[in-house]
């Protein structure tokens, strides 16, 4: 019961819990799961009734959602150092941007992706406010750095990294030097760079069998 089984795809946010899976240097079993019928099949909505990946089942429960799953990890698993502990003064920015990125800045970056635009005098009614306004409140607090808890890296840069470097890439958040410098120090990790490579795998075995 205490066996980590990942599932996700290679294709989705699944990726961001992948690099985090690598951070923690633990035994892990992958299951990866097809868009469709897999994920939308009895077998796994058992496990997320939302029939999406990522999802996390250990020592008998489940936990969904990238960021939810990352700060679970990271708590369950302290020795491998990725969160600050709870009497730590890292403790209040690692929760706060951890979970900005998975609130706000999405919110941001998937109105902009979609063309929606938040009528003038309507910002108090959108969690994130403006475009704008979401992406300078995170460059403030990346601007000490090196990371979001300033010399200690985390589960938060896992995840506020894997949001901006995805932004980036599909031009959906502005190429700031900050968040360029930010995401290009990250990728250089060996726990991130041993996650794409298993996730490129196994996208080139699906090409080729």
């Known amino acids: 019961m205490s066996e980590l089984v990942f599932y996700t795809n290679p294709q989705s946010r699944g990726r961001i819990v992948h690099w985090m899976m690598e951070e923690l240097g633990q035994p892990y079993r ?48 302290p020795q491998a150092g990725l969160a600050p502990a709870p009497t730590s003064p890292q403790r209040a920015p690692y929760l706060r941007w951890l ?14 992706a979609m063309g929606w635009t938040v009528p003038p005098g309507r910002e108090v009614m959108a ?34 990294g894997s949001s901006l470097g995805w932004g980036l890439m599909f031009g959906t958040i502005e190429k700031r030097p900050l968040f360029m410098d930010y995401v290009a120090r990250l990728r250089e990790r060996p726990a991130a760079l041993r996650a794409d490579s298993l996730n490129e795998a196994y996208l080139k075995s699906q090409a080729t069998g």
């Open 30 to 77: 992958t299951v990866w799961l097809a868009f469709g019928t897999e994920m939308k099949g009895p077998d796994f909505k058992a496990v997320n009734p939302m029939g999406k990946v990522p999802a996390l089942q250990h020592a008998g429960v489940v936990v969904t959602e990238a960021a939810a799953i990352c700060a679970y990890l990271a708590d369950a698993f």
């Open 99 to 112: 979970f900005f990125a998975a609130g706000p800045l999405e919110q941001a970056v998937t109105a902009k």
């Open 127 to 160: 969690g994130f406010g403006s475009y704008g306004d979401t992406l300078d409140a995170l460059e403030t607090a990346l601007q000490p750095g090196p990371y979001v808890c300033g010399d200690r890296f985390t589960a938060a840069d896992v995840y506020v």
